[in-house]
């Protein structure tokens, strides 16, 4: 049962879906790889979790924090320039350095980034408290007290924030004040001089103009102490050498990323794992305008003949539903007329007040229906669809769908589903997965099994979007029987109707209702290690929550019963004179709510 105050890690997913798209003019993605957190182009990589987890309030805050602090650093911060900067001071052996740069770039870009967004503030606060922990852990749990301009990057950026308006600062005060006690008086007002000047800087040049200057003023200090030097900067070599001692010092700071690790660390162990991706990075849509093969597949000329030849093959199984579903939404529709309109039926009522000249004497018919639904068709495209004729069997029914639906007020589309798709996706994918693996072997068991479910990219394809008019997708939907046989090998079934449902949840119909053809239970391909089996019961978890929001979903096995396993609503396909009394009847029945 879920905590009060929590959120699943399933739900946390679909925010940074839709998170990804809201970032402004600049494109950013969230990806979840592996157990890594960074930034890496226009990606923000969060560690993957086990769906099936979840994240307490504080988790979650902390979480939404550090996306909302990696799109600061992609959006506000030059990283080129920081990058350069950070390689010099690694060559120059001055790690002090590059840990001052970051210790006023992460408060600068959060000031920019809690004026970007006004939820940003509460998030950054629950960043900033679980960075001042385990800095506090750190000063309370070291043995060796250290130069204090070690402790100068954390005691700056907690500084910064704090100045930054953070909401909460009982956990950066109690930080400062552990701090407090490895310094001078003097060592800590000169930290809150260098502080102050944080929030009036406009760009990565200047946060790096100030690091310069306040590690040459370190320097000085403790070569000199507040005295002047006896000669000039430029030729002091006893500036030189302490420069060199005080630079090769690493600064005791706590990254944003780290803290994050630290908060979630429980959910990145992968023990007790029900479904954990490795990463959703190479995953894929694609469409008949994609410039991939399968845009090229889906693009055929041929492919419209062979749609109108499945019409002729299935005209009757296809009017026949369309008959009954028009007949029902006529008895379900409100048909009325209203008076006092300035156009349309002379109203008889309302002879004598045409004859005096007015003009509201019109009635109009008005035309209510509740069956306000949108209809989302996932459609299972891998390779076990090409036994028994199954893939044919699918777009028959899926073709019967469109054209029975087409005809009323029902907003709907059709998408397939499948995994590894033989593609420079799939290839770069198995790369990384080869390269983590070898620079993480901890997160892999001696027998060579991944602590994931899934390492292989999920490959989403549209043959109809709900905006898309059916006579321009005719013939994408005549390629579902082909596209088993590329290469399309497994199905991972619960991940991919979460992207549908993605899609689906969005919509302003108040009805909405999910359908799902497939030949069996979910599968993906191994790949050097076994996948573990928890893919049947991720998908279970999955049907059930998106049911708990509301949405309607149906199981169409396709030669195949295992959509009892799964879906509480189903039923079983085995050829096509079955379509009308079986499945299509079964979604008349839930687009109308009753029998037909």
Same mark, same amino acid.
Request: aromatic content about 6%; some cysteine.
């Given at each position: ?5 929590? &959120? ?44 099936? !987890? ?34 010099? !001071? ?39 408290? /679980? ?8 000063? +309370?749990?070291?043995? @060796? ?43 800590? @007002? ?23 200057? &306040? ?23 006893? $500036?030189?050498?302490? !420069? ?17 690790? /630290? ?13 954990? /991706?490795?990463?959703? +990075? ?13 845009? +090229? ?44 309109? $300035? ?53 028959? /029914? ?36 080869? @390269? ?58 619960? +991940? ?44 279970? @978890? ?15 096995? &396709? ?38």
């Amino acid at each position: 049962m879920k905590r009060a105050g929590s &959120i699943t890690a399933q739900a946390f997913v679909h925010e940074c879906r839709g998170t990804s798209r809201t970032f402004g003019r600049k494109k950013i993605a969230i990806v979840f790889r592996g157990n890594m957190v960074g930034v890496d182009g226009d990606k923000i990589i969060y560690p993957s979790l086990d769906m099936a !987890a979840e994240l307490d309030e504080f988790q979650w805050a902390v979480s939404r924090g550090y996306i909302d602090h990696a799109t600061g650093r992609l959006r506000h911060s030059d990283l080129d320039q920081l990058r350069r900067y950070n390689q010099q !001071a690694n060559k120059a052996k001055c790690p002090l350095k590059r840990d001052i740069a970051a210790s006023i770039e992460d408060p600068r870009i959060e000031r920019l980034v809690m004026q970007d967004y006004k939820g940003a503030g509460g998030n950054l606060s629950a960043v900033t408290s /679980a960075v001042c922990r385990t800095l506090k852990e750190q000063v +309370e749990g070291s043995d @060796q007290q250290g130069p204090w301009y070690q402790w100068l990057p954390a005691t700056m950026t907690a500084m910064g924030r704090k100045l930054n308006g953070i909401e909460d600062n009982r956990e950066i005060d109690q930080f400062l004040a552990v701090v407090k006690q490895q310094m001078t008086d003097d060592h800590y @007002q000169m930290c809150e001089a260098w502080a102050a000047r944080i929030g009036g800087l406009e760009s990565t040049e200047a946060a790096l103009t100030l690091a310069d200057e &306040i590690f040459d003023a370190i320097v000085h200090f403790e070569e000199y102490g507040e005295d002047d030097p006896p000669e000039s900067p430029e030729n002091n070599p006893a $500036l030189d050498r302490r !420069a060199s001692e005080v630079g090769k010092k690493q600064g005791h700071s706590c990254d944003v990323s780290v803290a994050l690790k /630290a908060v979630i660390g429980e959910h990145l162990k992968g023990e007790k794992t029900i479904y954990r /991706a490795w990463s959703t +990075e190479f995953d894929t849509w694609s469409n008949r305008r994609s410039g991939d093969n399968i845009g +090229e597949i889906l693009r055929q000329p041929k492919l419209r003949d062979q749609y109108q030849q499945v019409l002729s093959e299935t005209a009757g199984q296809i009017n026949a539903l369309r008959r009954k579903l028009e007949r029902s939404l006529a008895a379900k529709r409100d048909i009325r007329w209203a008076g006092g309109a $300035l156009k349309g039926r002379l109203d008889n009522r309302r002879l004598v007040n045409a004859y005096n000249g007015e003009e509201d004497v019109f009635t109009v018919r008005r035309e209510d229906t509740d069956i306000a639904t949108a209809v989302s068709v996932l459609v299972d495209l891998s390779t076990s669809m090409v036994k028994e004729n199954k893939g044919h069997l699918a777009m028959l /029914a899926t073709i019967a769908l469109a054209e029975a639906l087409e005809k009323t007020d029902v907003s709907y589309e059709i998408l397939g589903f499948c995994t590894n798709r033989d593609d420079e996706c799939s290839h770069e994918m198995k790369v990384a997965v080869r @390269q983590y693996q070898r620079e993480h072997p901890d997160e892999f068991s001696f027998s060579g099994k991944l602590n994931y479910s899934r390492y292989e990219p999920i490959n989403m394809v549209e043959f109809k979007g709900y905006h898309d008019n059916l006579n321009k997708c005719r013939a994408s939907m005549a390629a579902i029987d082909q596209l088993p046989y590329k290469c399309y090998v497994g199905n991972c079934d619960g +991940e991919s109707l979460l992207l549908a449902y993605d899609r689906l949840r969005v919509r302003q119909e108040p009805r909405k209702v999910l359908m799902v053809l497939s030949d069996g239970a979910p599968h993906i391909r191994a790949c050097k290690v076994e996948a573990p089996p928890h893919l049947g019961e991720h998908l279970k @978890q999955v049907v059930s929550e998106i049911e708990a929001d509301g949405v309607e979903t149906l199981g169409i096995g &396709i030669v195949d019963d295992s959509v009892r396993e799964y879906y509480p609503n189903h039923v079983v396909v085995n050829d096509v004179d079955s379509l009308v009394s079986t499945a299509l009847d079964q979604v008349a029945r839930i687009l109308l709510g009753k029998t037909l």
